[in-house]
């Protein structure tokens, strides 16, 4: 499913009108059928509704599902920005065709105006957010910020049009001030803000509205949302003839003093991922205690420049032992300083085989980045913004706000696929290509969650996944597993990881055989 931003959606829409012929007028019909559908799948017995209405399309939208809401039973409350006769188009269309039938329609024109609206919202149990759409891009203030904080004040329900008033369709910034939205219906496709930074936050539950615009006209966007039928054909059959040996082999370097844990995460997940052997390669002074505690991945113990610290000339040995398998991962609690630093450099520049590159890897590539183009195959690198802030020179907020451009920007200049953890995690391709990953919460932020990943991409890479496609079905299955935890604290990296046959089961049966989405596609469950 693609992900647009507002230009492209505005685009789209525009090809539908005047090239394809299908008049503004349906789609805003069809919009307006499609959050009222959402309306009475949520809140069936619903009787009392607050419409608010502002400037441009979105708010004809509003106008339209204010009518269908009356037609329907229900008592609504309908509220506009606009002055009489100022709504143009198909908005204009629809607003006449209120005044003709004597629907009352409010002006909130001044801050006097406030006080009834606060009274109106009193009474509602649901507000629809009709107000500003997608074209935001400058911070909310004056009349509007009052309407969209009275909102936010109420104690109804909330249903935001597109995306919630205020914030940013593109960046998910909050410009100024948002709606908060307890739903989101985005017409026709995804939009990026929706899923990224604070919209994550403010845009509740997304779903996915189809209003008749057509997929090839948008069939060349860079950016998807992945989805669970997608995500199962990426993954590779398992033939009644498998063996140990015909499901993939990783190699791992990890560990370091205080870190083993996360060796023994990444070891572990790229096994419950469905690897079929694991070779854990750690400093030889974690080599015994972890060999005690891990049952079925191999550890190998390996020469060490001091205490803990994998010696870089230890790099042929490495590149020897795993030219059997299919993928090398290596940064999992590695010691992030110079020797790893050089360890790293003979690793990337003498291994044939698709990289995995994570936490002490990344910590050691600082400063020196320009060796990813010596990669045989474009690395899979998973930093968190933190990562991310240290390997570019810039802030973590920084890339907060702009984490897809960012992502494609350096997917392109170091030639890597680069997966940036957060909610709703970005993975960029080198080719100009991304992806946003609608599965994981809070549950997941967690130490030891991260090498449960990287462990998870290194295991689909070794069954045969492309790079590409591992990073972005590792990043959804581990969000998956995540998400099948119970909502809330008292979780740890190893529930995860216990949850992964449940997540692969679940993705099984909510995707084998899907063919079309439905009219409202739920971004979650998936």
């Given at each position: 499913?693609?992900?647009?931003?507002?230009a492209?959606m505005?685009?789209?829409?525009?090809?539908?009108?005047?090239?394809?012929?299908?008049?503004?007028?349906?789609?805003?019909?069809?919009?307006?059928?499609?959050?009222?559908?959402?309306?009475?799948?949520?809140?069936?017995?619903?009787?009392?509704?607050?419409?608010?209405?502002?400037?441009?399309?979105n708010?004809?939208?509003?106008?339209?599902?204010?009518?269908?809401?009356?037609?329907?039973?229900?008592?609504?409350?309908?509220?506009?920005t606009?002055?009489?006769?100022?709504?143009?188009?198909?908005?204009?269309?629809?607003?006449?065709?209120?005044?003709?039938?004597?629907?009352?329609?409010?002006?909130?024109?001044?801050?006097?105006?406030?006080?009834?609206?606060?009274?109106?919202?009193?009474?509602?149990?649901?507000?629809?957010?009709a107000?500003?759409?997608?074209?935001?891009?400058?911070?909310?203030?004056?009349?509007?910020?009052?309407?969209?904080?009275?909102?936010?004040?109420?104690e109804?329900?909330?249903?935001?049009?597109?995306?919630?008033?205020?914030?940013?369709?593109?960046?998910?910034?909050?410009?100024?001030?948002?709606?908060?939205?307890?739903?989101?219906?985005?017409?026709?496709?995804?939009?990026?803000?929706?899923?990224?930074?604070?919209?994550?936050?403010?845009?509740?539950?997304?779903?996915?509205?189809?209003?008749?615009?057509?997929?090839?006209?948008?069939?060349n966007?860079?950016?998807e949302?992945?989805?669970?039928?997608?995500?199962?054909?990426?993954?590779?059959?398992?033939?009644n003839?498998?063996?140990?040996?015909?499901?993939?082999?990783?190699?791992?370097?990890?560990?370091?003093?205080?870190?083993?844990?996360?060796?023994?995460?990444?070891?572990?997940?790229?096994?419950?991922?469905?690897?079929?052997?694991?070779?854990?390669?750690?400093?030889?002074?974690?080599?015994?205690?972890?060999?005690?505690?891990?049952?079925?991945?191999?550890?190998?113990?390996?020469?060490?420049?001091?205490?803990?610290?994998?010696?870089?000339?230890?790099?042929?040995?490495?590149?020897?032992?795993?030219?059997?398998?299919?993928?090398?991962?290596?940064?999992?609690?590695?010691?992030?300083?110079?020797?790893?630093?050089?360890?790293?450099?003979?690793?990337?520049?003498?291994?044939?085989?698709?990289?995995?590159?994570?936490?002490?890897?990344?910590?050691?590539?600082?400063g020196?980045?320009?060796?990813?183009?010596?990669?045989?195959?474009?690395?899979?690198?998973?930093?968190?913004?933190?990562?991310?802030?240290?390997?570019?020179?810039?802030?973590?907020?920084?890339?907060?706000?702009?984490?897809?451009?960012?992502?494609?920007?350096y997917?392109r200049?170091?030639?890597?696929?680069?997966?940036?953890?957060g909610s709703?995690?970005?993975?960029?391709?080198?080719?100009?290509?991304?992806?946003?990953n609608?599965?994981?919460?809070?549950?997941?932020?967690?130490?030891?969650?991260?090498?449960?990943?990287?462990?998870t991409?290194?295991?689909?890479?070794?069954?045969?996944?492309?790079?590409?496609?591992?990073a972005?079905?590792?990043?959804?299955?581990?969000?998956?597993?995540?998400?099948?935890?119970?909502?809330?604290?008292?979780?740890?990296?190893?529930?995860?990881?216990?949850c992964?046959?449940?997540?692969?089961?679940?993705?099984?049966?909510?995707?084998?055989?899907?063919?079309?989405?439905?009219?409202?596609?739920?971004?979650?469950?998936?």
């Open positions: 499913m693609k992900v647009l931003s507002s492209a505005k685009e789209a829409d525009r090809k539908t009108i005047q090239e394809l012929g299908l008049p503004g007028a349906v789609l805003m019909e069809t919009a307006g059928i499609r959050v009222v559908e959402l309306v009475f799948s949520r809140l069936p017995q619903v009787k009392k509704v607050a419409v608010m209405a502002g400037p441009g399309n708010g004809g939208d509003g106008l339209v599902i204010a009518r269908m809401l009356k037609n329907a039973g229900v008592k609504v409350f309908l509220w506009t606009v002055e009489p006769g100022a709504y143009r188009g198909d908005a204009g269309i629809n607003e006449k065709y209120l005044e003709q039938n004597q629907f009352p329609i409010n002006r909130l024109m001044e801050e006097k105006d406030i006080e009834l609206f606060r009274t109106e919202l009193e009474q509602a149990e649901l507000v629809i957010d107000l500003l759409g997608i074209g935001t891009d400058r911070e909310v203030t004056g009349l509007m910020a009052g309407i969209i904080k009275e909102i936010n004040h109420s109804a329900l909330v249903i935001s049009v597109d995306v919630p008033s205020g914030l940013n369709a593109n960046s998910g910034k909050v410009m100024g001030c948002a709606v908060k939205a307890d739903w989101t219906v985005t017409f026709a496709y995804p939009k990026a803000g929706l899923f990224n930074y604070q919209g994550v936050d403010y845009a509740g539950e997304v779903h996915v509205a189809q209003i008749n615009i057509p997929d090839r006209l948008v069939e966007e860079p950016v949302l992945l989805t669970s039928g997608k995500v199962w054909n990426w993954l590779p059959p398992r033939p003839l498998s063996h140990k040996g015909t499901m993939g082999r990783v190699f791992i370097v990890a560990g370091s003093p205080g870190m083993g844990g996360a060796a023994v995460m990444a070891g572990e997940s790229a096994l419950k991922s469905g690897a079929g052997l694991v070779y854990l390669a750690v400093p030889q002074t974690l080599e015994t205690a972890l060999e005690a505690g891990l049952v079925e991945v191999i550890t190998i113990s390996l020469p060490e420049a001091k205490t803990g610290v994998i010696n870089a000339e230890t790099a042929e040995q490495i590149l020897e032992m795993s030219g059997s398998c299919n993928v090398l991962a290596v940064g999992p609690g590695l010691d992030p300083g110079q020797e790893t630093a050089k360890l790293l450099e003979k690793l990337i520049e003498g291994s044939s085989l698709p990289l995995v590159l994570d936490a002490g890897a990344l910590e050691a590539l600082a020196k980045t320009g060796i990813l183009k010596k990669a045989k195959y474009p690395p899979v690198l998973t930093p968190h913004p933190g990562e991310l802030a240290r390997l570019t020179g810039s802030e973590p907020g920084e890339i907060m706000e702009n984490r897809l451009e960012i992502a494609l920007n997917a200049q170091w030639n890597a696929i680069l997966l940036i953890k709703n995690t970005v993975i960029a391709l080198p080719t100009g290509k991304a992806a946003i609608p599965t994981g919460c809070p549950n997941l932020a967690t130490a030891g969650s991260g090498d449960l990943l990287t462990g991409i290194a295991s689909f890479i070794a069954q045969g996944i492309s790079p590409e496609n591992a972005m079905a590792g990043a959804f299955i581990h969000g998956l597993a995540g998400d099948l935890l119970s909502t809330g604290r008292g979780h740890m990296a190893r529930d995860i990881l216990n992964y046959n449940q997540a692969f089961q679940y993705l099984e049966q909510n995707s084998a055989g899907r063919k079309a989405e439905p009219f409202l596609y739920k971004v979650r469950p998936y």
